[in-house]
């Protein structure tokens, strides 16, 4: 069955980097767009970031351009998220997502908590 399992989040100064992790199981990664959402407590999902199957196309949002880099290793079966320069409102919990259609498959999350 597909699973999506990320990894990576945590607690972190504001200004400081953070990497995140989605491990993908179940299905043929390498074939799939895949995305990070996000979704913060009280408000509704935020999308941050697309990736095509191949890694030459990349999306982000404007919240995060220039600061979250999004990347895929197919040989892993892995998409990350590397952060920089985070800020307290990038406190959420992120999402890695599958993208067909829609999203139709999503991992459980990771907190990511920027304080200081």
């Known amino acids: 069955q597909v699973q999506l399992v990320e990894s990576g989040g945590g607690w972190v100064q504001p200004g400081g980097s953070m990497r995140l992790s989605c491990a993908a199981s179940g299905f043929t990664f390498s074939s799939y767009y895949m995305s990070w959402v996000r979704q913060v407590p009280g408000k509704g999902f935020e999308w941050l970031s697309d990736?095509?199957?191949?890694?030459?196309?990349?999306y982000y949002a404007d919240s995060v351009k220039g600061r979250f880099t999004i990347s895929r290793d197919n040989a892993k079966n892995t998409l990350y998220l590397q952060m920089n320069n985070l800020k307290p409102e990038d406190t959420a919990l992120y999402y890695c997502?599958?993208?067909?259609?829609?999203?139709?498959?999503w991992g459980q999350g990771t907190q990511v908590t920027v304080s200081s």
């Open positions: 997502a599958r993208l067909k259609s829609a999203y139709d498959y």
């Open positions: 990736i095509n199957s191949d890694g030459s196309s990349i």
